[in-house]
């Protein structure tokens, strides 16, 4: 056995001696604390090994590599994300004859929102906007290439009933402006269908919802009349004329219209805001040719799978006519929406001059190229064939798209985790053999240091979800809505925190342990790889097409392993960190896109969301997310800075700056134009009557639905400076009366009648008519009754009904839906007219029921 620590004359020939270094392995982990190397000096770097720790780099450094991706974020990200292309003018016509020209849909948009709000039922939306839409038309007509093209239009009045929600949707007389534009000589009965609707909510002009994209149509119907390629396939625009209602128009003409059966495919256009480019959020389902005319037509893509799942899961208070089409036609299609500035959606701010001229450039550029696309391909003809599955889509930064199936998806998540899983072994083994240890010796380590990032990443949820709770319950959410900064300090921060504590705090009690800092900073950075790993397979056993986001930060940091090995930079120190940091540029810059996308959709929408649950949890969870997707391999690189405890306790600091501020006026989300606070309030007439009909109550009240989780300190605040009003919650009046003796006529308004309130008015409000509900017949039959009624009245009506504990409701005109799964009472039934004022006539037919062995009602 040899002596360690000596020099031994290996020779045995007599020539001249070499000498031979016997160091143990422990020995060789010792850092030289005396060493004057430079951290980036070519010595240190090049001959240094990892597992020496002779340095950290110098600790002013890190704001350098922070400021790196700040720069990138700001430069790159927040260019794609306001991106719009130049406008082109009338003038521009000539050199550009088959772009769409965003200044003659501006001309378009002026018309339309001078006409005011366009409810259904007034004036403003069932004449005066039929009879624009019909200018536009024949304007167009008469300019189009009538050797070449065909245009018929035909105005549906339409009347039908549907299930929405929890309510009978009923509509009477409601307008569409259908237009069929058709190629001439072309006999085949499969069209394109493309949507959009004219209506907008009371007090609202509705220039971006969805004025914009009715503008958008009517350019492109006039585009296509004027060109020289002939489609292969008639194009059906729809303006339809009650979305709003909801979406009560499209469900008219897709279950009643003479050309409705001929739609074999749909584009969807809708609005949650006036600005930016437009985003498609719903695809199919299940026919990906779709997405491949996206693909092959679309210039500068904007599409997320993630934003069609958070969407139909319900988590966004918003629907479109996109549903009815697929639910009660079974049209496959695409849903685009514009999205930003969405403080302005359904208020009085929706004007026309805030819809950029370069949106409607974007959106139109888009939608033609589209529509020329699908309309000209093989799959409209027939698309069943191609119905190949769900399919996967989004875009990176808008310089191109991916979309590939489910099943695809499927295959792409799990081959991937099991790549990246043996990149990780293959590291770890190098390792291993590097620094002379056994392999199950440094396999342990790794696993401390797995357990350690999957509690790091339980610990940033855990914080995120604290400071959630904690905004919440002292009165001072939303505070991000008006001040977007805050989320910085709030969520992102709180995540930067949970990640780095625990790992800094081990390796600060682990520096003289077998492994180096730089060894055990990259098994770090494999530890959060495994832990994506583990998210992607379980949301893809669980379905979640959206899983895929877990897959590409997998994907890239298996890169960054392939690429060390190849290169043996994981074996020098510190240039492991160049394939680190070359690999997560681009994940870094996909993320940032996609989470500030989805934030600055969703933080308007939180404003209009109700006050009944916590806005700030999941604000809190999507900014963990993708602040944890963008970071999470990241973070390892600040554990080689010096003074990286100082760092980490640098960002509690910032964290409690933030929440100092926040909770002080200087954290009042409201502001004029940009971001107001909503509330819907109705002044109404409440008169309730007795069995006998004697009056019971006769009051005028201001009805509140609030739309917030503010809105209740707005509302005292109100009471207080009045001295004269007294804030009553309706919720009490619930307990022990139906319909908690309030008229409501709006499903939602009904929905959120446990956090509402009301206080007493001065003077009944001024209605031009009211409602007027007769009884016309009563017949009595086998332990039967009958009632039939008849009922007039405004534009916009409700019916509740809800028998006695004696009865049982067991017929009425009404869809049967809500009788025959046995729902219980009160039924509530909408109604709504545009230009058929008839009395509507219904019937309810009810029955005796026992209470009681021994107690029957009586029919009277």
């Not at 996206?294 to 006519?321: C, M, N, R």
């Not at 998806?409 to 240890?437: D, E, H, P, R």
């Amino acid at each position: 056995m040899e002596e360690p620590n000596t020099i031994k004359n290996d020779s045995s020939d007599g020539s001249q001696p070499h000498l031979k270094l016997h160091i143990p392995p422990r020995m060789a982990t010792t850092p030289n604390k005396s060493s004057p190397l430079s951290p980036f000096s070519p010595k240190s770097i090049l001959s240094a090994d990892p597992f020496e720790d002779k340095t950290k780099m110098w600790w002013y450094l890190s704001p350098v590599f922070v400021g790196i991706w700040v720069i990138l974020y700001f430069s790159v990200v927040m260019t794609q994300i306001h991106y719009l292309p130049t406008p082109l003018l009338i003038e521009d016509e000539k050199s550009n004859p088959d772009s769409f020209i965003a200044e003659n849909a501006e001309q378009y948009l002026l018309q339309l929102t001078s006409l005011g709000p366009r409810v259904v039922g007034s004036d403003a939306n069932e004449v005066k906007t039929i009879q624009l839409l019909t200018n536009i038309v024949n304007d167009i007509r008469l300019k189009s290439r009538t050797d070449l093209y065909d245009i018929e239009v035909d105005i549906q009045r339409t009347t039908g009933n549907y299930m929405h929600w929890e309510m009978v949707n009923m509509y009477r007389g409601l307008q569409n402006f259908v237009i069929k534009f058709s190629p001439k000589n072309v006999t085949t009965e499969s069209y394109l269908l493309i949507n959009s609707h004219f209506d907008s909510k009371p007090g609202s002009p509705g220039a971006g919802d969805d004025g914009a994209m009715v503008v958008v149509m009517l350019e492109i119907l006039r585009k296509l009349s004027i060109s020289k390629s002939p489609l292969s396939y008639p194009v059906v625009f729809l303006l339809n004329g009650a979305e709003e209602n909801p979406l009560q128009a499209s469900h008219g003409f897709i279950t009643q219209h003479k050309w409705a059966k001929n739609c074999k495919a749909l584009i969807n256009l809708d609005a949650a805001g006036n600005m930016g480019r437009e985003v498609l959020f719903q695809s199919g389902p299940n026919h990906p040719w779709l997405m491949r005319h996206y693909h092959s037509s679309v210039v500068k893509p904007f599409a997320t799978t993630l934003a069609e799942e958070i969407f139909q899961a319900g988590l966004l208070p918003s629907d479109t006519d996109f549903r009815i089409f697929r639910d009660h036609g079974s049209v496959p299609g695409l849903d685009f929406a514009l999205w930003d500035n969405g403080f302005s959606y359904h208020t009085k701010y929706d004007k026309f001059d805030e819809v950029p001229r370069g949106t409607l450039q974007n959106t139109g550029d888009n939608m033609l190229n589209l529509v020329r696309s699908i309309a000209t391909g093989k799959e409209l003809e027939d698309p069943e064939p191609y119905s190949e599955g769900h399919v996967i889509f989004y875009d990176v930064l808008g310089w191109f798209l991916v979309f590939y199936t489910k099943t695809v998806g499927i295959a792409l998540n799990y081959t991937f985790s099991v790549i990246g899983l043996i990149a990780i072994g293959a590291s770890v083994w190098s390792m291993a053999k590097k620094c002379g240890q056994s392999n199950l010796t440094v396999y342990k380590n790794f696993g401390i240091i797995f357990g350690i990032q999957l509690l790091s990443v339980l610990l940033a949820i855990g914080l995120n979800f604290a400071m959630a709770a904690f905004m919440d319950a002292v009165g001072s959410p939303l505070v991000w809505y008006g001040n977007p900064w805050s989320i910085f300090g709030l969520y992102i921060c709180p995540t930067l925190f949970g990640l780095a504590l625990l790992p800094s705090l081990y390796l600060e009690h682990t520096r003289k342990q077998i492994l180096s800092l730089n060894a055990k900073s990259q098994l770090f950075a494999h530890a959060n790889c495994i832990v994506m790993i583990l998210f992607t397979i379980v949301l893809t056993a669980m379905g979640f097409r959206s899983s895929y986001i877990f897959m590409v930060g997998t994907f890239f940091h298996t890169i960054c392993i392939i690429l060390n090995l190849l290169t043996m930079f994981q074996n020098k120190q510190f240039l492991w960190i160049f394939w680190n940091i070359l690999s997560q540029i681009l994940p870094f810059l996909y993320f940032a896109y996609l989470g500030t996308f989805l934030l600055r959709t969703l933080i308007p929408m939180k404003g209009r969301g109700g006050s009944g649950s916590n806005p700030e949890i999941l604000v809190s969870l999507i900014t963990f997310v993708f602040t944890w997707l963008a970071s999470g391999f990241l973070t390892p690189v600040l554990y080689l800075f010096k003074m990286t405890r100082t760092i980490v306790a640098a960002i509690f600091v910032v964290i409690i700056m933030f929440i100092i501020v926040c909770v002080t006026p200087a954290g009042f989300p409201y502001m004029e134009r940009y971001a107001v606070q909503r509330f819907s309030v109705l002044h109404s007439r409440r008169v309730i009557h007795n069995y006998d009909m004697s009056v019971k109550l006769d009051e005028p009240i201001f009805y509140i639905d609030p739309e917030d989780r503010r809105a209740l300190q707005t509302l005292n605040e109100i009471m207080a400076m009045t001295k004269k009003l007294e804030l009553h919650r309706i919720g009490k009046e619930c307990e022990n009366e139906r319909l908690c003796k309030f008229p409501f006529f709006n499903h939602r308004w009904f929905k959120n009648r446990y956090t509402a309130y009301y206080f007493t008015a001065e003077t009944n409000p001024q209605l031009p008519y009211l409602p007027k509900l007769t009884m016309t017949n009563k017949a009595i039959s086998s332990g039967k009754v009958k009632y039939e009624f008849e009922l007039t009245g405004p534009h916009h009506m409700g019916i509740f009904l809800a028998p006695v504990e004696t009865a049982k409701i067991t017929s009425w005109t009404f869809n049967t839906t809500m009788l025959d799964k046995n729902w219980s009472s009160p039924f509530f039934m909408y109604l709504s007219w545009g230009v058929d004022s008839t009395p509507y006539q219904f019937f309810v037919e009810l029955e005796v029921i026992c209470l009681t062995f021994f107690y029957c009602g009586n029919i009277k």
